[in-house]
């Protein structure tokens, strides 16, 4: 069964930092384009960040290149989110997603982050 679970939400005060998981079961990470999505409140989804199956350099949006960073464990078949110097608008739920083609075909359940001192 393909899964997707998302973790290490919580909050956070601006300027902290926060890591998310997206541990993976029933497929190989490394198969698949992995994104970062999140929508605030109120607010349409967003894609932020993807790390590619065949490209080793993962993709940010503006809104969190610098502060943002995706990496891959293939050992342990989970991609994180290293978010570092958070922002009070980088409050949302956070959601990773696996795309084999153009479609992410498989998404978590999502994970709050809440900026706020």
């Known amino acids: 069964q393909v899964q997707l679970v998302e973790s290490g939400g919580g909050l956070v005060q601006p300027g902290g930092s926060r890591r998310l998981s997206c541990a993976a079961s029933?497929?190989?990470?490394?198969?698949?384009?992995i994104g970062w999505f999140r929508q605030a409140p109120g607010k349409e989804r967003e894609g932020i960040s993807c790390?590619?199956?065949?490209?080793?350099?993962?993709f940010y949006v503006d809104s969190v290149k610098g502060r943002f960073t995706t990496s891959r464990d293939s050992t342990k078949n989970i991609v994180y989110l290293q978010m570092n110097s958070l922002k009070p608008e980088d409050t949302a739920v956070y959601y990773c997603?696996?795309?084999?083609?153009?479609?992410?075909?498989?998404w978590g359940q999502g994970t709050q982050v809440t900026v706020s001192s």
């Open positions: 997603a696996a795309a084999r083609g153009s479609l992410y075909d498989y």
């Open positions: 029933g497929f190989n990470v490394t198969d698949y384009d």
């Open positions: 790390i590619s199956s065949t490209r080793s350099s993962p």
